[in-house]
Protein backbone atom coordinates (compact mmCIF):
# COMPACT_ATOMS: atom_id res chain seq x y z
CA UNK A 1 0.00 0.00 0.00
CA UNK A 2 1.58 3.45 -1.30
CA UNK A 3 -0.18 7.06 -0.04
CA UNK A 4 0.93 10.24 -1.80
CA UNK A 5 -0.23 13.13 -0.21
CA UNK A 6 0.99 16.68 -1.18
CA UNK A 7 0.50 20.09 0.72
CA UNK A 8 2.18 23.37 0.66
CA UNK A 9 1.53 24.85 -2.46
CA UNK A 10 -0.26 28.28 -2.82
CA UNK A 11 -0.26 31.90 -4.27
CA UNK A 12 3.08 33.64 -3.80
CA UNK A 13 5.09 36.88 -5.97
CA UNK A 14 7.65 36.25 -8.28
CA UNK A 15 11.15 35.94 -5.63
CA UNK A 16 9.21 34.69 -3.31
CA UNK A 17 9.44 31.07 -1.36
CA UNK A 18 7.28 27.99 -0.94
CA UNK A 19 8.18 24.88 0.92
CA UNK A 20 5.85 22.02 -0.40
CA UNK A 21 5.70 18.43 1.27
CA UNK A 22 4.66 15.22 0.80
CA UNK A 23 3.19 12.44 3.45
CA UNK A 24 3.97 9.07 2.32
CA UNK A 25 2.51 6.55 3.26
CA UNK A 26 4.69 3.22 2.15
CA UNK A 27 3.50 -0.68 3.20
CA UNK A 28 5.09 -3.44 1.73
CA UNK A 29 6.85 -1.51 -0.76
CA UNK A 30 10.49 -1.20 -1.29
CA UNK A 31 11.78 2.11 -3.27
CA UNK A 32 14.61 3.50 -4.00
CA UNK A 33 13.73 7.12 -5.28
CA UNK A 34 11.81 9.58 -4.92
CA UNK A 35 10.88 13.16 -7.02
CA UNK A 36 9.14 15.67 -7.63
CA UNK A 37 7.41 16.74 -10.47
CA UNK A 38 5.33 19.15 -12.24
CA UNK A 39 2.76 19.76 -15.00
CA UNK A 40 2.33 23.57 -16.42
CA UNK A 41 -0.88 24.20 -18.40
CA UNK A 42 -0.51 23.12 -22.08
CA UNK A 43 2.92 20.95 -20.87
CA UNK A 44 4.42 18.19 -20.84
CA UNK A 45 5.14 16.82 -17.26
CA UNK A 46 8.81 17.05 -16.19
CA UNK A 47 10.94 16.16 -13.91
CA UNK A 48 11.77 19.11 -10.92
CA UNK A 49 14.15 17.22 -8.55
CA UNK A 50 15.10 13.15 -7.02
CA UNK A 51 16.57 12.04 -4.37
CA UNK A 52 17.49 8.74 -3.01
CA UNK A 53 15.60 7.39 0.07
CA UNK A 54 18.98 7.50 1.52
CA UNK A 55 19.09 11.10 1.47
CA UNK A 56 20.94 11.95 -1.36
CA UNK A 57 19.68 14.53 -4.08
CA UNK A 58 20.43 12.84 -7.80
CA UNK A 59 18.87 15.17 -9.80
CA UNK A 60 17.87 19.12 -10.17
CA UNK A 61 16.16 20.55 -13.64
CA UNK A 62 18.11 22.88 -15.01
CA UNK A 63 15.86 25.32 -14.64
CA UNK A 64 15.60 25.36 -10.59
CA UNK A 65 19.16 24.78 -9.72
CA UNK A 66 20.36 26.88 -7.10
CA UNK A 67 16.78 27.76 -6.28
CA UNK A 68 15.77 24.17 -5.21
CA UNK A 69 16.22 21.68 -2.44
CA UNK A 70 14.65 18.25 -2.18
CA UNK A 71 14.94 16.54 1.41
CA UNK A 72 13.49 13.66 2.62
CA UNK A 73 12.81 13.47 6.29
CA UNK A 74 14.82 10.08 7.84
CA UNK A 75 11.72 8.55 8.81
CA UNK A 76 11.28 8.45 5.05
CA UNK A 77 7.37 9.41 5.72
CA UNK A 78 8.12 13.34 3.83
CA UNK A 79 9.42 14.36 0.81
CA UNK A 80 9.67 18.47 0.74
CA UNK A 81 10.83 20.62 -1.84
CA UNK A 82 12.27 24.23 -0.80
CA UNK A 83 11.63 26.61 -3.23
CA UNK A 84 13.08 30.12 -3.52
CA UNK A 85 13.48 33.04 -5.86
CA UNK A 86 10.34 31.43 -7.66
CA UNK A 87 9.53 32.99 -11.09
CA UNK A 88 6.21 33.35 -13.25
CA UNK A 89 7.87 29.66 -15.10
CA UNK A 90 7.31 27.98 -12.16
CA UNK A 91 3.96 28.05 -12.04
CA UNK A 92 2.42 24.42 -12.63
CA UNK A 93 1.06 21.83 -10.56
CA UNK A 94 3.46 19.85 -8.19
CA UNK A 95 3.50 16.16 -7.98
CA UNK A 96 4.97 14.05 -5.95
CA UNK A 97 6.03 10.22 -6.58
CA UNK A 98 7.50 6.89 -6.06
CA UNK A 99 10.07 4.72 -7.92
CA UNK A 100 10.80 0.85 -6.73
CA UNK A 101 14.56 1.72 -8.45
CA UNK A 102 15.86 5.06 -9.43
CA UNK A 103 16.54 5.49 -13.24
CA UNK A 104 13.10 3.24 -13.34
CA UNK A 105 9.87 4.12 -14.46
CA UNK A 106 7.93 6.27 -10.82
CA UNK A 107 4.94 3.63 -10.16
CA UNK A 108 3.07 5.91 -7.68
CA UNK A 109 1.79 9.53 -7.53
CA UNK A 110 0.02 11.87 -5.20
CA UNK A 111 -2.45 14.18 -6.06
CA UNK A 112 -0.72 17.22 -7.07
CA UNK A 113 -0.47 20.80 -5.30
CA UNK A 114 -0.99 23.61 -7.23
CA UNK A 115 1.65 26.21 -7.47
CA UNK A 116 1.03 29.73 -8.94
CA UNK A 117 3.64 32.52 -8.69
CA UNK A 118 2.35 36.22 -10.20
Known amino acids: HVQLVESGGGSVQAGGSLRLSCAAS????????MGWFRQAPGKEREAVAM????????YYADSVKGRIIISLATSKTALYLQMNNLRLDDTATYYC????????????WGQGTQVTVS
Open 97 to 108: ALATRCGGPYQY
Open 26 to 33: IYGYSSDC
Open 51 to 58: IYTGGTPT
